[in-house]
């Protein structure tokens, strides 16, 4: 069955360090998403990729990186994590009108 | 400025009654409107979608409505159970698939 999955589900790390969380979808969906959820808030977009070689900034996107080599995977880079971006983040993937959409079960980053 | 609006922000209802979320929009080309159910920890699971053309759609207990021409929609639960309990997102997708959400609902339900 096709699917998505994020990795890690929890991570914990240090203030200033680089940290890449993976999304790596199976729906064969041209348009990706990353997400942040903090409480209090609802999700909020980081970035999002339209296809291979295409990166688009979100709302929330200063201090996160994201890069398309592939259909499959569009992995988060966090490139000198702060306490911040202490957050719960999601993936999710869409086809090309977004009348297929499907999210991970997020990745918990706690950033001490 | 978010182009999807929810309210209330939360809501508590007891077991067995109905409640009625809604939904506001701004959100253009509109390409389909879908209503996500959140369980804490979890990831967001859809519950409905409709495109432009629909302007009902039910899941059980779960009737979301839709009015594009005021850019509106509903989400009326039925008979709610102690399961209900989550946070209840209104997601519109516009034509290219880009997904914009808004802040949510979050429904409690006691016994």
């Known amino acids: 069955d096709a699917e998505i999955t994020q990795s890690p589900r929890h991570k914990i790390t240090e203030t200033g360090r680089q940290v890449t969380l993976a999304c790596h979808q199976t729906w064969n969906h041209n348009n990706m998403f990353w997400y942040r959820q903090d409480l209090g808030h609802g999700l909020r977009l980081i970035h999002y990729s339209y296809g291979v070689q295409d990166t688009n900034k979100g709302e929330v996107s200063d201090g996160y990186s994201v890069s398309r080599s592939n259909t499959e995977d569009l992995p988060l880079t966090l490139e000198s994590a702060a306490s911040s971006q202490t957050s719960v983040y999601f993936c999710a993937s869409s086809d090309a009108r977004g009348t297929e959409a499907f999210f991970g079960q997020g990745t918990r980053l706690t950033v001490v | 400025k978010n182009q999807v609006e929810q309210s209330p922000q939360s809501l508590i209802i007891l077991e067995g009654k109905n409640c009625t979320l809604q939904?506001?929009?701004?959100?253009?080309?509109?390409?389909?409107l879908r209503w996500y159910k959140q369980d804490t920890g979890r990831g967001p699971v859809s519950l409905t979608i409709?495109?432009?053309?629909?302007n009902t759609k039910s899941n059980g207990r779960y009737t979301a409505t839709l009015d594009a021409d005021t850019k509106q929609s509903s989400l009326h639960i039925t008979a709610s159970q102690l399961s209900d309990s989550a946070s209840y997102i209104c997601v519109v997708s516009d034509s290219w698939g880009k997904l914009q959400f808004g802040a949510g609902t979050q429904v409690v339900v006691t016994p």
């Open positions: 939904c506001n929009y701004t959100v253009s080309p509109f390409s389909n």
């Open positions: 409709m495109t432009f053309s629909e």
